[in-house]
C-alpha cells in the first residue's frame, strides 16, 4: 500500500487558505492547519469593544477554518522573531507598513522548519499568482520559494497549473490536473469553488485581517517610533494602537482617548502602566497619556479630554489626573473649544 503524504497548510483564516486546503484532502493528503501570532492580526479584537461592530461575528477564522475542514490547527505565537521581518523587511514596505514580501517568506520559512520536525512532507498555501501585488506578483512567486528554502515542495493548489510543476505534483502525490490556474485580483473563482464545497460565512475573500495593511494604523506605529526614537514594539503596544483616538499636541506625549464604553473598560487594564485622566463631573472618556508631562501639558490634556466629554459645552469639567506612580490630582478646566484641536494632531 502507497504511505498517504502529510501537508502542512498555512491557514490564515482568509477563503483562499481554506480552499487551497481543500483541495488536497480531496486529493487524500493527510492535512494539519498551521497559523503563525504575529499580534497583528487580532481578529474580533476591536469587534469585542465596539458598539458599532457588536455585530460583527468575534470568531478566530483561522479556528473556523480548520473546524469547516475538520483538520488539526497549530497556532504558533511568532510575535518576538516577527520583529525582525517588520522593522528591518528585506524587501520593503506596501503601500503602508506591511512588509508582505518578506512575511511571506519568513512564514514559508517558519513552516518548512515545522514541516522537517513533523516528517511531513511538503507545504500548501493559499497564494493566487496575481492577486497581491507585494507578494504574489509572478516574479515574485519564485522569491518565495528561493529565500524561504521550501524549493519544489511549496505547492499552491489554486494557481499550481500556472507555474511549473513541484515534487508532489512530479512524484504523484498530488493529481496536477485536479488543482487551479486561477490568476488575477478577480475572486470570482474561489467564490464559486466555496460554493462548490458549500463554504458559506467565510471571511470577505478581499480582507485580511492584518492591521499594518490599514493606512491610519501604520500611521500610529510610525508615530511611536518617532516619538520613541527607535523602531520596537511590545505587544501592549500593538494592542493600544488599534483602540481610541491617539492625538499628539506635543512632540513629547500623546493622549489616547477612548470613544464609548467598551473603550474605557479596556483602558482600565492600563491603568497602572500609564497616566490617566478621568472625567468625574461628567460622563466622558478614559485618557491615558504616554510621554513625560509638564504641569502645562497635563491642562491641556485635561481640556482635551473634557472636549470629548458631556461637559464639552461646561464653563469648566473636573478632570482626575492620575500619575504613573499613583498620585492624584483634581484639576477643574474649560474643556477646549474644538476650535482649538488641531487637525494635525491626530494620528
Request: aromatic residues 8%.
Amino acid at each position: 500500500m502507497s504511505t498517504q503524504r502529510k501537508a502542512v497548510a498555512l491557514i490564515s483564516g482568509g477563503l483562499d487558505s481554506l480552499l487551497a486546503a481543500r483541495l488536497m484532502i480531496d486529493q487524500g493528503i493527510h492535512v494539519e492547519g498551521i497559523n503563525f501570532y504575529t499580534g497583528f492580526c487580532v481578529e474580533g479584537h476591536t469587534h469585542a469593544i465596539r458598539k458599532k461592530d457588536k455585530a460583527k461575528p468575534k470568531r478566530n477564522n483561522a479556528l473556523w477554518s480548520a473546524e469547516q475542514l475538520g483538520i488539526k490547527l497549530h497556532i504558533i505565537d511568532i510575535i518576538d522573531e516577527y520583529k525582525d521581518v517588520l522593522i528591518n523587511p528585506k524587501h520593503g514596505y506596501g503601500a503602508n507598513m506591511n512588509p508582505c514580501l518578506d512575511c511571506k517568506i519568513f512564514m514559508v520559512s517558519k513552516a518548512r522548519q515545522w514541516m522537517e520536525e513533523n516528517d511531513f512532507d511538503f507545504i500548501i498555501t493559499g497564494e493566487v499568482m496575481g492577486q497581491r501585488p507585494m507578494s504574489q506578483r509572478k516574479d515574485l512567486l519564485p522569491v518565495v520559494v528561493r529565500e524561504s528554502g521550501a524549493d519544489d515542495l511549496l505547492l499552491r493548489p489554486l494557481c499550481a497549473r500556472n507555474l511549473a510543476a513541484t515534487l508532489p505534483e512530479r512524484e504523484g502525490w498530488v493529481n496536477r490536473e485536479q488543482l487551479k490556474n486561477f490568476s488575477g485580483r478577480n475572486r470570482k473563482p474561489q467564490m464559486a469553488l466555496a460554493k462548490e464545497f458549500g463554504f458559506e460565512d467565510y471571511a470577505t475573500p478581499a480582507g485580511g485581517c492584518c492591521f499594518l495593511t490599514d493606512k491610519n494604523y501604520s500611521d500610529k506605529l510610525v508615530d511611536l517610533w518617532q516619538a520613541r526614537n527607535k523602531k520596537d514594539y511590545e505587544l501592549d503596544d500593538i494592542m493600544l494602537l488599534k483602540v481610541g483616538r491617539h492625538l499628539r499636541p506635543q512632540p513629547h506625549y500623546k493622549i489616547i482617548v477612548s470613544r464609548e464604553d467598551g473603550e474605557n473598560k479596556f483602558l482600565q487594564g492600563y491603568k497602572k502602566q500609564f497616566a490617566t485622566l478621568e472625567i468625574k463631573s461628567h460622563n466622558g472618556p478614559l485618557s491615558l497619556l504616554d510621554g513625560e508631562l509638564s504641569d502645562e501639558d497635563i491642562r491641556q490634556a485635561s481640556r482635551i479630554a473634557a472636549r470629548f466629554s458631556q461637559g464639552r459645552d461646561a464653563e469648566k469639567v473636573s478632570v482626575l489626573y492620575t500619575s504613573k506612580d499613583g498620585k492624584e490630582q483634581m484639576i477643574e478646566i474649560p474643556p477646549m473649544p474644538v476650535s482649538e484641536i488641531r487637525q494635525e494632531w491626530y494620528i
